[in-house]
Structures are given as structure tokens and as C-alpha cells.
């Protein structure tokens, strides 16, 4: 993993604040049902507006990784103490959880000023009849339909003409 993002890299919001701020977000712009989870390595925020289940997910940093557990000093690679290393990690976690209500909310706030709309700001994260997101369903053709070697559809779906 690379140097940490800037935006947030120093808040002292807590993670829970940070979700509670995602829901609160949502719900003022309408939906009907929030909910999220966390494991190890992600953290995932969902809802349902208009009838239409979103799902993100944030990758959560490597508690194991270097940035945390060493740092440098005189061309030398030392070990930081348990506790250093869990707070910057705690750090980078609180990070991304801004990063992610800042996201949410920019992307609602385009939404109503009629900058762009809820389809083309959730695409990616529309949850399909599967399970999956849209995302997730593409994304494995994406490379073949840019590089002209796969049919221009990605979904194998003809699109409707009037």
C-alpha cells in the first residue's frame, strides 16, 4: 500500500460517527433503508432509495501492512510498538470511513442540484436481481469491450430501440 490519501489523514472522527453520518446522509435525500458492516479488510454501506438497493464498499487498510508495524530511520527498518502501530492503523480506518461520507454526500448533493442523477452517480454500486453490483458484473469485460475485442455490450444485453 502506498502513502496514506490526504483528505482526513488527521481527523479524530470516530468510525462510528463517520457511519452514522453516512446514514444520516442518506436518509435526509431519501432512503428508505440503511444498513452496514465490517470485516478485517472492508467496510460496505447500503440502502435502498427509490427501490434501488446501493451498495459501497470501502477497502479498509492492512493492519499487518508495513506503513503501520515499522518505520525507517537511518536507512534501517525498525519495529513500531503494538500500540503505535494499532493507532496509525486506527488513523488510516478513520480515514477512509471520511473519505467514504464525503463521497456519499457529494454524490447526493450532485443528485439533487441536477448536476447528474442517481442512476449515473450509483452505477457501479446498483445492487442486480443476484446479488452482485453492476460493478462487479462488468468490470471483468470492461478491458475486452475498450480494447475492441469483445462485443460493445457488456452485459450480453441488446440495448432497447424505440
Same mark, same amino acid.
Not at 463521497?103 to 454500486?125: D, H
Given at each position: ?22 446514514? *444520516? ?14 470485516? *478485517? ?12 438497493? %446501493? ?25 513500531? @510498538? ?9 488513523? @488510516? ?33 446498483? %445492487? ?12 471483468? *469485460?470492461?478491458?475486452?469491450?475498450? @480494447? ?15
Amino acid at each position: 500500500m502506498g502513502a496514506m490519501p490526504t483528505y482526513a489523514s488527521k481527523t479524530d472522527v470516530p468510525v462510528a460517527a463517520s457511519v452514522a453520518e453516512i446514514q *444520516r446522509t442518506v436518509e435526509r435525500f431519501g432512503a428508505e433503508e440503511f444498513g452496514y458492516a465490517v470485516r *478485517r479488510d472492508a467496510g460496505m454501506v447500503e440502502f435502498i432509495s427509490g427501490g434501488r438497493r %446501493v451498495r459501497i464498499v470501502v477497502p479498509l487498510p492492512d493492519r499487518d501492512a508495513k506503513e503501520f508495524t515499522t518505520y525507517l530511520r537511518g536507512g534501517f527498518r525498525y519495529e513500531r @510498538a503494538e500500540g503505535e502501530a494499532t493507532k496509525r492503523w486506527e488513523q @488510516a480506518s478513520r480515514q477512509r470511513w471520511r473519505a467514504l461520507a464525503l463521497v456519499v454526500k457529494a454524490k447526493l448533493e450532485a443528485v439533487e442540484a441536477g448536476i447528474s442523477t442517481f442512476e449515473a452517480e450509483f452505477l457501479a454500486q446498483l %445492487v442486480l436481481p443476484g446479488g452482485i453490483t453492476f460493478g462487479q458484473a462488468v468490470a471483468p *469485460r470492461l478491458e475486452e469491450v475498450l @480494447a475492441g475485442s469483445a462485443p460493445a455490450s457488456l452485459l450480453e444485453l441488446e440495448p432497447k430501440r424505440p
